[in-house]
């Protein structure tokens, strides 16, 4: 029998197990952009790269203040975090050519928000065939990139 050791998702899996004290995207806004993998900051929201991703790129975007309502966004939150989405998928597609996007928001930890206290998108590149028996059957993603080298080609694409 083969094994495939994934490591680095066990620090995900414990984090996962109860409550965090504090917020991951606030923390994160304390850090230097380098050290969090933060993309790009605006007035109102910022990119940043899942350390966890289902696929190399997948990218965040959130809003700067912390909230995990939807209607507590004003139209500023919400036409800084559009366009932060739009440039992300054009980053994404200038630098990774995906055949496709996988973009969505889960709200509260019923629909899946890992983080539901701070409102965030997914940003998700998809290709053709990307999906493989290993997903399914063995419950284990295999990703040809590491975070920091997507970071590393993705970051100096984001308009400053």
């Known amino acids: 029998m083969e094994r495939l050791w994934a490591p680095w998702r066990m620090e995900y899996i414990e984090s996962a197990r109860g409550e965090q004290d504090g917020c991951l995207f606030c923390d994160l806004l304390t850090e230097e952009d ?29 809003t700067l203040r912390h909230t995990g ?19 992300s998928v054009d980053v994404v597609q200038a630098e990774m050519q995906p055949d496709g996007f996988n973009i969505g928001l889960n709200l509260g930890r019923v629909a899946g928000a890992g983080v539901p206290d701070h409102i965030h ?6 290709w053709n065939g990307d999906t493989n028996f290993m997903s399914t059957v063995g419950q284990t993603r295999l990703l040809p990139e590491l975070v920091e080298e997507t970071y590393r080609k993705l970051r100096p694409r984001f308009r400053r």
């Open 121 to 126: 998108w997914h940003v998700v590149p998809r």
């Open 34 to 62: 380098e050290d969090a993998f933060i993309l790009k900051r605006t007035v109102k929201a910022f990119a940043v790269m899942n350390v966890y991703p289902y696929n190399p790129g997948h990218l965040l975007v959130a």
């Open 69 to 87: 309502a939807l209607e507590d966004l004003d139209p500023d939150e919400i036409a800084h975090t559009g366009k932060l989405l739009q440039e």
